[in-house]
């Protein structure tokens, strides 16, 4: 079984490229073809030969002209979007810096509010402290 496929495979690959070659001479003939007929058409036009090269200058002229304007349009679509492009992401720079900003400040906020309340709890229990010493002190008095 594995010998008969590969001998069908490689006779169908081989098919296949007499197929294409075929198809390229096709191809170049084709184009032999439509090159004879576009001199033959330019040599017997009713057109002087002056009338016909001055034709083709126009033409060219006209072509050069069309290629230069959508070159400029595509260049200033570019630009546009190039400029567009970086505006925006000059603004979004601009927007995070602000909402860092802006949490730095609350996270200092927090940090206050939480050292104060540390400071308070301290001091609170320092005076506790005070109290149950100042009360130790007077239960040993009131022993001895």
């Known amino acids: 079984m594995g010998i008969t496929n590969a001998i069908k495979k490689r006779r169908r690959e081989i098919e296949k490229a007499k197929k294409r070659k075929k198809a390229l001479e096709y191809a170049k003939v084709a184009a032999t073809g439509a090159a004879i007929g576009a001199i033959s ?3 017997l ?9 001055e034709s083709i200058k126009n033409t060219a002229t006209d072509t050069g002209k069309a290629i230069s304007d959508k070159s400029k349009e595509l260049k200033e679509k570019t630009s ?7 505006s925006k992401i000059e ?3 601009s927007k995070i810096k602000e909402y ?5 400040a ?6 206050e509010i939480i050292l104060d309340s540390i400071d308070n709890t301290v001091e609170d229990t320092l005076e506790s402290a005070e109290k149950v010493i100042e009360s130790a002190k007077e239960t040993v008095k009131d022993i001895k």
Do not use: H, M, R, Y
Not at 45 to 53: D, L, M, V, W
Not at 80 to 86: A, I, L, R
Not at 100 to 104: D, L, N, T, V, Y
């Open 80 to 86: 546009c979007t190039f400029s567009d492009t970086k």
């Open 100 to 104: 860092i900003e802006s949490k730095k």
């Open 41 to 43: 058409g330019v040599l």
């Open 91 to 93: 603004e979004s720079k």
């Open 45 to 53: 036009a009713p057109q002087s030969g002056k009338e016909t090269i």
């Open 106 to 111: 609350d996270l200092k906020e927090e940090e």
